[in-house]
């Protein structure tokens, strides 16, 4: 019970100010794979304004990229938006991992906190949710609307200047969305229990055996949902 007490106590570190001062250090991240998505939306033949209504709307930087990549192979409308479905439906599930700690709030605010969230800001918040076991809304919009603002305006920043850099991949650009996942992870690994490190280390096999074995059957975005789903649901089983 006063465990439960404790959850609903607030602190300087729960802050709308904080949480835009916790979103900086991956902020970096955004900009460098903003700025290339802006650019290969230019080349695409998107216009700024096109940009800027995908990084409003849409606002998931693998789907953006997978849709231009299908503008340019003259994909169906129906494909697109079925891909773009299927690639963003792992935000049901960092949703979910996170409304546990959101269920004081109305479904107002959830719903507002839900639309916003990234593997980024999902990213941020668990390693947050690990140390101090709570987690407040206030809190949470200051590190979603930070990284949202920062996303729209390095897209369309990267779409004005994209026509004079022919070649992003020269400057590293199209590494930048994996160096911010790593980094997360590491800062996630540092608040691991050592004796749960070894049960962690096992469903991330399981996630790897499993995508190489769906690969065959299924497409590959399709395989990586799959896997993650039985992963996670044999790791919620299985955890002590």
Known sequence: MELRKHEYVSSDHDTYLQGIKDCIPTLFGYMSVGFAFGIVGTASQLSIIEIACLSIFVYAGSAQFIICALLAAQAPVSAIILTTFIVNLRHLLLCLTLAPFFT????????????????????VATTKAVTQHTLHARWMNGLNVTAYLCWILVTILGASIGRWISNPEALGLDY????????LL???LHFVVPEKLKHYLKLVVYVILLMVGLNYVMPSHVAVLVSTLIAATIGVVTDK
């Open 104 to 123: 004081r709030y109305s479904w107002a605010k959830n719903i507002g906190i839900g639309a916003l969230v990234t593997d980024e800001t999902f990213g």
């Open 186 to 188: 590491i800062l996630q």
């Open 176 to 183: 930048a969305l994996a160096a911010m996942f790593i980094s």
